[in-house]
Each structure stands twice: as structure tokens, then as C-alpha cells.
T-cell receptor, first 117, second 116 residues
Framework: AQKITQTQPGMFVQEKEAVTLDCTYDTSDQSYGLFWYKQPSSGEMIFLIY??????QNATEGRYSLNFQKARKSANLVISASQLGDSAMYFC??????????????FGQGTELSVKP | NAGVTQTPKFRVLKTGQSMTLLCAQD?????MYWYRQDPGMGLRLIHYSVGEGTTAKGEVPDGYNVSRLKKQNFLLGLESAAPSQTSVYFCASRRTGATSGANVLTFGAGSRLTVL
């Protein structure tokens, strides 16, 4: 079973509008972390935002926020005021807390976001 | 501060050839990882290391070997390359600790491998 599911292979958004990228996860751990990474066409992986399972507030980093709904096991990324430079592949990832030697990250399949001028 | 450096960036191999990908980090990180990225499949963990002299298997280890003789280096080897190993390979590292900062992986720029 997929531990991280991103159901939107591709999305379009108009410049300056907000966009939500979906991510659902599956774990029986109480302690875990959720991450979003951006991969532009140049190929590097850029860390965007982190949410711990015990964090009560949704994480925010500039124009990025993570809409964390624990009961629904979702960790959607919200990008406000989209810019052309936001066009990229976005990956959701999870680190489970227990029985996870090395603290490995599990990645979703990715969502390709295209920002239209 | 170079971060995580992968060499080579590109390589074309013939089926059956061998090669080694080198990952070097200068951040004194304990943990290092090798992932492969394939279209529609995200990143999948091949092998990882929790410290110098240690290695462990990830999700897709078959056909690969690794070594971590020095803390700063993590080598990924293909003994007999197959077309199914055509992929983009990413190395990553992170420090230990329970704080959110320690949780963040730092990635290399990737190595694109084509096996003909």
C-alpha cells in the first residue's frame, strides 16, 4: 500500500492565484514528520516546509503553508500568490518515528505544477 | 560550503558494465542516503548509512552495492548494469537529532545514468 499518495499528476494555476497540492499519508505511528520538496526543471531537490505530527499549528514558510489535517491524514501544500518560478515538480514525503532506523523518508509520486502568465 | 556533491553528473553505460557513483558531503552529517528517481514513481530509497562503516538496504537495493569507508563519502556501485537501472540518482544527507532542523535532508544535484 502506498504510504504517501499524491493524486494530482499535473496541475495548472494562473499567476498570482493560490494553489493547493494534495498529499495523503498512511501510518500507524503517533510520531512522524511530513515534508514538501520542490524540484525545478534544473533537477535539484529544494526543501520547502516541514510539519511534525505533534505540531498544533500549521507550518508556514513565506508563501508556503502546510494544511495539516491529522484525522484525515492529509498534508496539503498551499502556495499563495503563485509566481512563474513556482513551476516545478513537488514531492510530499514522510518520516515515520518508530521502527525507522536511519530516519528514512518515503516520497510520493509528485505533482507537476505549471504556472500560467 | 559545497553541501552534497555527486560525481559524475551524467554517465552512459552498456549492459553489463560496472560503475561507481560518488557522494561527498562536507557538513559532517551522520546519515547518508541513495535514492533513485523514475517518472511517476517519486524517489525510492536504494541504500542508506547511519554512520561511517555502516550500510543498510532500502526499498530497492537489488543490483546495487554501497560503501561508507569515510564519514563524508557514500559510494553507490553497480556491478553489472542493466537497462532497468536507467534513472536519476540522488544522494542526500542529514545530521542526527530530534529537532526539525535535523530532520531536513540535503540533496545532491543528481546523477543521470543511462544503461543501453
Amino acid at each position: 500500500a502506498q504510504k504517501i499518495t499524491q493524486t494530482q499528476p499535473g496541475m495548472f494555476v494562473q499567476e498570482k492565484e493560490a494553489v493547493t497540492l494534495d498529499c495523503t499519508y498512511d501510518t500507524s505511528d503517533q510520531s512522524y514528520g511530513l515534508f514538501w520538496y520542490k524540484q525545478p526543471s534544473s533537477g535539484e531537490m529544494i526543501f520547502l516546509i516541514y510539519q511534525g505530527s505533534y505540531d498544533e499549528q500549521n507550518a508556514t514558510e513565506g508563501r508556503y503553508s502546510l494544511n495539516f489535517q491529522k484525522a484525515r491524514k492529509s498534508a496539503n501544500l498551499v502556495i499563495s500568490a503563485s509566481q512563474l518560478g513556482d513551476s516545478a515538480m513537488y514531492f510530499c514525503a514522510m518520516r515515520e518515528g518508530r521502527y525507522n532506523p536511519g530516519g528514512k523518508l518515503i516520497f510520493g509520486q509528485g505533482t507537476e505544477l505549471s504556472v500560467k502568465p | 560550503n559545497a553541501g552534497v556533491t555527486q560525481t559524475p553528473k551524467f554517465r552512459v553505460l552498456k549492459t553489463g558494465q560496472s560503475m561507481t557513483l560518488l557522494c561527498a558531503q562536507d557538513m559532517n552529517h551522520e546519515y547518508m542516503y541513495w535514492y533513485r528517481q523514475d517518472p511517476g514513481m517519486g524517489l525510492r530509497l536504494i541504500h542508506y548509512s547511519v554512520g561511517e562503516g555502516t550500510t543498510a538496504k532500502g526499498e530497492v537495493p537489488d543490483g546495487y552495492n554501497v560503501s561508507r569507508l569515510k564519514k563524508q563519502n557514500f559510494l553507490l556501485g553497480l556491478e553489472s548494469a542493466a537497462p532497468s537501472q536507467t534513472s536519476v540518482y540522488f544522494c542526500a544527507s542529514r545530521r542526527t537529532g530530534a529537532t526539525s532542523g535535523a530532520n531536513v535532508l540535503t540533496f545532491g544535484a543528481g546523477s543521470r545514468l543511462t544503461v543501453l
